[in-house]
């Protein structure tokens, strides 16, 4: 009787926790739908990227639908002002992404009515910039200043473009502008206003005028009978040779071009060509690959003249360490002399400190001493003497060529220099 009160108490106690328990649940709630995948962004535009070692890397996104121009821009203007003005160019290349469905002009004839400047152009066309790169300047100042106190200068810093390696292509144009103003547009291949088959040399000379002239590589530019000044931009790695001529000529080279003298041959009496003034100007050192590139790329210069001034200046020391080897040859029996005297430029690696016996050592077996890394950059002619001993032991010339008193200044300083006789 017991049990079966237990039990129906028990069964009666289930009932009531089952009635509050179906009075206290609540009901689930329902999942969130999940929201649909964003879709993904579209790959547009281009990216320059300037690596470390000079070139540029340009990509195009994937899903990028224009197009890459560049515009090689040289831009006039005037220095001074009256009379004495001059002229100088600035040299700039932009790399441009142009929106599909437009086409740039291929020349002048082509262009807008209203495009007077690049800055129109680039709103009627679209064109985002990229990136710009300063490619230097060039000009000149002939003549002094309205009030007679200015210089006669020229000057040159012009470099050559960057590398530029992309995924799509790039269409080049050339742009001219005249103080500002746009004056014409011309397709080109080619992105830089330097390169090795031809060297731009600016002269001047007071009767002809001035004006620019591209010589190809291995050609000669020659100057007039008076008082020429000619420029060739040192980081022009062409070689060509200067021919001032006649006169008191003023001339600036780099270390890869060539200077010729006026001097007779034959018997031994030289021109009176003018008193030159020669300026030559050595690079920042780079490696050579193998002996004849350590020398066979040396301009030379013809400094026989002993009326002539030459000023050779050195990189900074941070660019290159700078030798000198001064080659004396005196050869021969009593019936035959030969003397000559040849200066040697060398660039080695920068802070080098290479010394007088491993220059000698180099000098004589240069294949032996490839590790010094040295090169030749300019060879410095000073002139020869061939004849025989007279009757009173002194030397009688057939002919003698020699700048016995060279007048020649570093603008800079050597790491060191030596002496060799043979």
């Known amino acids: 009787m017991i049990a079966a009160l237990v039990a129906l108490g028990l069964l009666a106690g289930a009932v009531v926790w089952d009635i509050l328990d179906d009075e206290t649940d609540v009901p689930d709630t329902p999942d969130e739908p999940d929201e649909p995948d964003a879709p993904d962004e579209e790959d547009l535009g281009a990216t320059v990227t300037e690596n470390e070692d000079g070139t ?149 000379n007071e009767t002809d005028g001035d004006g620019e002239t591209e010589v190809a590589a291995g050609g000669t530019f020659a100057g007039t009978d008076g008082d020429d000044i000619i420029l060739v931009n040192p980081n022009q790695t062409g070689e060509i040779t200067i021919d001032a001529g006649d006169g008191d000529d003023t001339i600036t080279v780099g270390a890869h071009q060539n200077v010729t003298s006026a001097l007779a041959t034959g018997n031994g009496t030289a021109e009176d060509d003018g008193a030159d003034v020669i300026s030559v100007h050595l690079p920042a050192y780079e490696a050579p690959e193998g002996i004849s590139e350590a020398f066979g790329e040396a301009g030379a210069i013809d400094f026989r003249d002993e009326d002539d001034s030459l000023t050779v200046v050195l990189p900074d020391p941070s660019e290159a360490s700078a030798y000198l080897v001064h080659e004396r040859e005196d050869v021969g029996q009593s019936e035959s002399l030969y003397r000559a005297d040849t200066y040697f430029l060398i660039l080695g690696p920068p802070g080098a400190t290479i010394s007088d016996a491993e220059l000698r050592d180099w000098y004589d077996s240069p294949e032996d001493n490839t590790h010094l890394g040295l090169r030749v950059v300019s060879e410095i002619d000073l002139g020869a003497a061939s004849g025989s001993l007279g009757e009173d032991g002194s030397p009688d010339w057939d002919y003698d060529h020699r700048n016995m008193n060279p007048d020649i200044t570093f603008d800079g300083t050597l790491t060191g220099q030596v002496t060799i006789s043979y």
């Open 56 to 204: 540029v890397s340009v990509e195009l996104g994937d899903d990028e639908t224009g197009s890459l121009i560049a515009l090689r821009t040289s831009s006039d203007y005037y220095v001074g002002s009256g009379s004495g003005h001059g002229t100088a160019n600035d040299y700039t290349l932009t790399l441009y992404l142009m929106p599909e469905g437009f086409d740039f002009p291929e020349n002048t004839d082509d262009l807008p009515d209203d495009a007077f400047f690049v800055g129109d152009l680039e709103e009627m066309f679209g064109l985002q910039e990229l990136a710009s790169w300063d490619l230097g300047e060039e000009g000149h100042n002939p003549e002094p200043w309205a009030d007679g106190t200015g210089p006669v200068t020229l000057w040159d810093s012009r470099i050559e473009a960057p590398d530029i390696v992309s995924d799509a292509p790039i269409s080049f144009f050339e742009v001219i502008e005249d103080d500002g103003e746009l004056r014409s547009v011309a397709m080109t291949d080619d992105p830089d206003f330097l390169n090795d088959d031809t060297v731009r040399v600016h002269h001047f």
